[in-house]
């Protein structure tokens, strides 16, 4: 047997097993999240997902670093279509500072309604209660939080970012997005309609710009 199709092989087989894993989590939650229901949704044997990860921890572990890296590298133009439409069709002018400021948010709205968040979401409620696994989704969270911080500033545009006092507003912006995000878990609201844009557009440009609240 060749060795190079071995490993490829190999590879395919763990990233499919991985696959499978934010897929349960995602659609079925972490207490669902078993090894067998894993297996079945990846179609492989027990003894091939054993290979690769003897336990229920091994496997959560490497999902964390997965969903990590998938996070990091959807590029912002390649996200769903109405991400792409915001991104290619409505990016305004950066000299247009407040335009490009309210697009910015609606942008950065738009990609945390993201699957990879609410899988993460799943990880981050089961690291509550195991300490390994909380290890791992700081550090991978950290990792995250860094690109998105420096996605932001490309979004935003040297007209807002020029402003020293950007770094702090965008943590408190993007932390109440969050915040708010984590409700869609249950309430099942349209996030295309949700009340808090037009509040986090409006402290952005007062607080980032000096224009005069609506």
Same mark, same amino acid.
């Given at each position: ?38 297996? =079945? ?21 490497? *999902? ?30 950066? *000299?247009?500072?407040? &335009? ?6 609606? $942008?950065?709205?738009t990609?945390?309604?993201?699957? =990879?968040?609410?899988? &993460? ?13 909380a290890?791992?989704?700081?550090e ?46 249950? =309430? ?14 409006? $402290? *952005? ?5 000096? *224009?005069?609240?609506?």
């Open positions: 047997m060749d060795a190079g199709n071995q490993a490829e092989r190999t590879a395919r087989s763990r990233d499919l097993i991985l696959d499978a894993t934010i897929e349960c989590l995602l659609r079925e939650g972490y207490a669902a999240t078993t090894t067998v229901r894993v297996q =079945s949704i990846a179609g492989v044997t027990r003894g091939r997902l054993l290979h690769h990860f003897p336990s229920k921890q091994d496997l959560l572990t490497a *999902a964390v670093s997965r969903l990590g890296e998938q996070r990091l590298s959807r590029r912002l133009e390649d996200q769903d279509d109405e991400f792409g439409r915001i991104l290619e069709t409505e990016r305004p002018d950066a *000299a247009d500072a407040e &335009a490009r400021s309210d697009w910015a948010i609606r $942008t950065l709205w990609g945390l309604m993201h699957g =990879s968040f609410f899988s &993460a979401l799943e990880l981050w409620t089961a690291s509550r209660t195991d300490d390994e696994l290890g791992n989704v700081r991978h969270e950290r990792i995250v939080l860094e690109r998105v911080r420096d996605n932001a500033r490309e979004l935003f545009g040297p007209a807002v970012t020029r402003n020293p006092e950007f770094d702090e507003v965008f943590t408190m912006i993007f932390a109440s997005m969050r915040g708010m995000a984590v409700t869609y878990m249950f =309430s099942r609201r349209d996030p295309h309609r949700e009340p808090m844009l037009t509040t986090w557009q409006r $402290t *952005a440009r007062t607080l980032l710009l000096g *224009a005069a609240p609506d």
